[in-house]
């Protein structure tokens, strides 16, 4: 058997189409569980059978690194194909566009006398703040949209203002064109954060359209997994590309799963490709119960999907959906009281009868197989945890020594086992507390850590690092101020926070979600957190509202539905498409029917 019959041997007829697309422009939805991504691997690895590449490669896209290792693992496992590298590209959209775009042109747009750095997650943390008020803090939590306006990049509780972006007048909110000022005079200075990279690329692109054609005669294919998350600015990167040249593009997404946490990703315009461009459509199942994917179809673009696994498909447990108390204060019409322990005690009930019920159905209870969701996190109270704080609650931080807050939490992340993000934490915490000590600034970039790399010598920088890190206390079962006392009797300079400040525990604090610790059998976390992921059963816990009411949004047609909308509700589906097996919703008794009524069971 030869290499492409080899191949093909192993795809369904629906998988086939995709690897055996020829040339040309073409969109794939694929519904949950269809193995899209091994669909991926196997037209990657039906290019390297068919072709000889010398001079233009292949430009394999996802959104995450997580999506990107998988692509790799398929090809490595499946295909054997390992260690693939120039004329070809594998790797995140964002790293596609900073090394190709962004770092060796952002100069031209930015006006920076030098080689732009980016800063932010996931590149780095971002501490500037001189003073409470100081706009700079904001310049990782912002961006600017494909229209050019200030759009936010975090909750509205990380702001000291409400987000009202013009004032009666028409003029723009002084608080906002604050922030804009802030941003742009960083951009002087040669800093952005990603989504910056992102928008300040495309006006690369549109201002020396002669980039775009270098890009596209490098690359004779571009896949773009996981195609619903782009947003406007991405699709016009897209867009770009294949206006100057690139006519072998393929994009592969569910459009219902179109949930990037404050990424703006805008569905319509996967929809718009899939209209104009030639279409593939996948839609057999090989996750889920022929039950779930019923179930869930009420939430989905797809008229149907097919479940295909032996042993999963005519699993007969159908879907429930449970009610819980929820917390209630008296009124004039009804007097009546539920607390929040007593609100807890109901959910915890649903959860108890919930994990009997796995294990009734031989699903062994652990963070693998099993897995209780939430919308948000403040909702771990109601397992017993302590929900994160965002930037500007309980703020004991002084300005000008927020490494402090970066170190500690840096220190927490590597107690609590996740060793490569809490060391980056403390390392880029305690090089901001050397730069302050030595320079007041308290900006830290590359040049200045490579400046003491070469004075030192790297084993020298490296040692001092772990030296420092060696003498800072564990944060078990401490508060904040006892950590910093306890830090400051083995440290030459003392870290600082507010007078009489920094009572909460450095656990509670932060919050258990902000380490990612599992402290039970089964996973719990938010649904954006499992995007990708499959489970044997899975709870996800409701309120009666997520910014908007379940209610009046259940009730709606499609159609009828805000943006905002429709993402509270793919989100709720990317949920509900996690499970093999059993699925579970707990939400308030008093929209027991409305949920049941919605997917009709």
């Not at 030869?2 to 040339?23: G, P």
């Not at 200075?189 to 989504?195: F, V």
């Not at 195609?227 to 040249?245: C, P, R, V, Y």
């Not at 209870?365 to 909702?379: D, F, P, T």
Request: contains cysteine; positive net charge.
């Amino acid at each position: 058997m030869d290499k492409v019959a080899e191949i093909l041997s192993n795809l369904s007829e629906e998988q086939k189409q995709i690897a055996q697309f020829d040339k040309g422009l073409c969109v794939v939805r694929a519904c949950p569980g269809s193995g899209k991504t091994y669909s991926v691997a196997s037209r990657i690895a039906l290019l390297f059978a068919k072709n000889h590449f010398s001079k233009k490669g292949i430009a394999a896209l996802s959104f995450t690194n997580v999506a990107v290792d998988e692509i790799r693992e398929k090809l490595s496992d499946n295909f054997s194909l390992n260690g693939i590298s120039h004329p070809h590209f594998i790797g995140t959209l964002d790293s596609f566009i900073n090394q190709f775009i962004f770092l060796p042109f952002g100069h031209l747009i930015m006006e920076c006398p030098n080689r732009p750095e980016l800063v932010g997650e996931p590149h780095s943390t971002w501490s500037i703040k001189k003073y409470p008020q100081d706009y700079a803090q904001y310049f990782d939590k912002t961006t600017f949209d494909i229209n050019d306006k200030l759009i936010q990049r975090a909750p509205a509780q990380s702001f000291h203002f409400p987000w009202k972006y013009y004032n009666i007048s028409g003029a723009i909110n002084g608080n906002i064109q604050n922030i804009i000022n802030s941003k742009l005079e960083f951009f002087k200075r040669g800093y952005a954060t990603q989504a910056d990279a992102n928008y300040l690329s495309l006006k690369i692109l549109m201002k020396y359209p002669k980039i775009a054609e270098s890009i596209a005669k490098k690359f004779e294919y571009f896949i773009i997994d996981e195609a619903q998350d782009t947003d406007e600015i991405l699709m016009a990167i897209i867009d770009n590309f294949n206006s100057k040249g690139a006519e072998n593009i393929m994009l592969i997404g569910d459009r219902d799963q179109a949930i990037f946490e404050w990424n703006n990703a805008k569905p319509h315009l996967f929809d718009e490709k899939y209209v104009a461009w030639n279409k593939i459509e996948l839609i057999e199942n090989r996750r889920s119960s022929q039950l779930i994917c019923d179930f869930t179809k009420y939430l989905s673009s797809f008229n149907s999907t097919v479940a295909i696994t032996p042993g999963i498909l005519d699993f007969r447990f159908k879907p429930l959906v449970n009610g819980y108390l929820k917390e209630k204060k008296a009124s004039q019409k009804d007097p009546s009281v539920v607390t929040i322990e007593e609100s807890i005690a109901s959910f915890n009930s649903v959860l108890e009868t919930f994990l009997k019920q796995c294990t009734e159905n031989g699903i062994e209870i652990s963070q693998k197989n099993v897995a209780v969701l939430y919308r948000g996190k403040a909702k771990v109270n109601f397992l017993g945890l302590t929900p994160v704080h965002y930037e500007n609650s309980m703020d004991c931080w002084e300005p000008r020594n927020l490494f402090v807050k970066t170190i500690i939490r840096g220190k927490l992340l590597y107690d609590s086992g996740l060793f490569i993000k809490g060391y980056k934490l403390m390392e880029r915490g305690l090089i901001e507390y050397k730069r302050q000590n030595d320079t007041n600034s308290l900006i830290v970039n590359n040049e200045y850590v490579q400046t003491i790399i070469s004075e030192k010598g790297f084993m020298t920088y490296r040692k001092g690092i772990h030296q420092v890190m060696d003498k800072l206390p564990t944060t078990k079962d401490k508060t904040i101020s006892a950590w910093i006392k306890e830090a400051n009797r083995n440290l030459r300079k003392p870290f600082v926070i507010k007078t009489g400040t920094g009572q909460d525990l450095i656990s509670e604090y932060f919050g258990e979600t902000d380490t990612n610790v599992q402290p039970f059998e089964f996973y719990h976390g938010t649904i954006h957190s499992v995007k990708g992921r499959s489970f044997d059963a899975v709870l996800i816990l409701l309120s009666k509202k997520s910014g908007f009411n379940y209610a009046t949004m259940l009730k709606k047609d499609k159609s009828a539905l805000s943006e905002k909308e429709q993402e509270e509700l793919r989100i709720i589906y990317v949920g509900m498409t996690r499970p093999r097996k059993i699925l579970q919703l707990a939400v308030p008794t008093d929209d027991v029917d409305l949920w049941t009524s919605k997917f009709n069971v």
